[in-house]
């Protein structure tokens, strides 16, 4: 009741969710969420209106259902209309020129034909005849990062004209992975302060001072979770003890993870031994997953598994796999090894 009374009491300054629906599929109510501002209502319609007043919010989105059919808006400060088409519902502005909700669409619209136009010529690349399995890869992998930069430089438009809304929060989302960590310091401390406060930015934040704690060159960071069986494991029972020790960061659901073992796999055959060993850490995952997954893929070596969190926190990694070699003190050496790089940069240190 108390959400229902914010969302529907007048303000002058507040925005207008509005709209009217007829026909035999018109819905008896319409279901508002603006989590940011503790409202998540519904409300009757009346003479098949409905009409309410919203607190402005820009830098968060909120969501509308009527219905079956759903979609997002900006509590901009604008007069917003709801129109039904099919399973969407769209919110237009009365002053396009003058709303963040307007932009909002506009910026998702143009999204949806950036990624529509990269699949499309992606699968038309993977369906080409005449030339070799290798030459396909070439040419996906010459159009894709091709692709990749122009839809950076799409989303760095929209964060330079939009740095105190949600559109400008959306283009970060987009593409903030593409970032070096002082580049994307620089960038976040061009945003609006309410921005900044948002969990998301902040966790960005948080990651990029986690991986400078945890850089090369620095020491291991140890952390300790409980395994199924009740024991606990610890990083530093086995890195800081002497052997260069590889670790890799992965998830049974993660297809790049499993990409990777087998290269994993033959820096273990080639170099274990006294100098050298290899711990595999699940994150993000169920334990039985994990522990299946590891069997099918003859993960034979030292596993930690349960982790979740913890480590992911700690080393600052937003994504994996993450593949990390230790030295024989627990000096992180490398990070972000991959592939037969894997194999190369433990060579380096290990005969």
Known sequence: MAAVAV???????????????????????????????????????????????????????GSVEAGVSGGNFISDGTVLTVKIAGSNILTESAKPSKSVNSRFAEYNARTDEYISEMRSTMRSLADSTGISDEEKDRLQEEYYDSFIEKFKNFNLEAIAANRNNAVGVSALRQIYYEFEDESLDSLISTLDTAIVKLPFVQRLQEGIAARRNTAEGKMFTDFTVAQPDGAQASLSDYVGKGKYVLVDFWASWCRPCKMEIPYVKAAYNKFKGNDFDVVSVAVWDKPQATVDTAKVYGVNWNQIVDAQSVPTDIYGIMGIPHIILFG????????????????????????
């Open 7 to 61: 969302a529907c009491t007048p303000n002058s300054g507040n925005t207008v969710l509005k709209g009217s629906f007829t026909g035999p599929d018109a819905p008896e109510s319409v279901h508002i969420v603006l989590r940011s501002q503790g409202i998540d209502t519904l409300i009757a319609l009346k003479n098949s209106e409905f009409s309410c007043e919203l607190p402005v919010d820009l830098v968060n989105v």
């Open 328 to 351: 024989p003190d627990g000096t992180i050496v490398k990070r972000g090894l991959r592939g037969e790089g894997i194999a190369e940069e433990v060579s380096k240190y290990v005969k």
